[in-house]
């Protein structure tokens, strides 16, 4: 169910039946996508190899590696007065979900370029749920495009190479550590938004390079 869905108005049906229409022959397209968007889109080619027109893929602050709100009830989130993404924060857009049904690595050939930021549309409400920094929605393992889910306590970084943040750390913390967080190689950072930009703000990102 959810992102990955079959079923005859399901994410993954949708998707395949618009780009046999309109990305085959002498047509090609550019593909944009919003949050849960991302995860559809990764898992559609992860999963296919579509003899399809791609000239560029944009994941706007995607959920490809999944959310750590996917974990509660759309209900109570709704009651919270969070955004749903649509009732599609289901267990497909968990963490597990979304890292587990599909490998992350294969995209072939295409690179998903991805966008990120640092606001929120929740006051912040959402944060404590969220490891790391966060867009109110997502945390920092997705929009990074991290291929763990851990707590990414820095800024996405353009590209997809590994993103590297020192801090002290040891016996009076006088030694220096380092915290590495390594990313799926498909996806390609173009933009981080910061503390201003939040999930909703994603949505105007498509014109981001």
């Not at 027109?53 to 007065?81: H, P």
């Not at 997705?142 to 590297?164: A, E, F, H, I, Y």
């Amino acid at each position: 169910g959810g992102a990955y869905s079959w079923e005859t108005c399901g994410a993954q049906k949708q998707l395949h039946d618009a780009l046999r229409t309109f990305c085959t022959g002498s047509n090609d397209c550019e593909i944009y996508t919003h949050s849960t968007g991302g995860l559809v889109v990764a898992a559609y080619f992860g999963l296919n190899n579509p003899s399809v027109n791609i000239r560029r893929i944009q994941l706007m602050a995607s959920a490809a590696g999944g959310s750590e709100l996917a974990d509660f009830s759309t209900s109570y989130l709704a009651w919270l007065g969070f955004d749903t993404l649509g009732g599609e924060l289901d267990e497909s857009v968990s963490t597990r979900g979304a890292r587990n049904g599909f490998n992350h690595y294969q995209a072939r050939g295409r690179t998903y370029y991805t966008t990120s930021g640092e606001g929120t549309d929740y006051l912040y409400a959402t944060s404590p749920f969220l490891p790391g920094k966060d867009d109110g929605v997502l945390a920092n393992h997705s929009l990074c495009n991290v291929n763990t889910v851990k707590s990414v306590d820095q800024s996405c970084t353009r590209g997809n190479g590994t993103m590297t943040r020192s801090y002290s750390c040891g016996f009076l913390w006088l030694s220096t550590c380092y915290d590495r967080s390594y990313r799926w190689s498909p996806y390609y950072t173009v933009y981080r938004g910061g503390g201003s930009h939040s999930h909703g703000d994603a949505k105007r990102d498509y014109n981001r390079r």
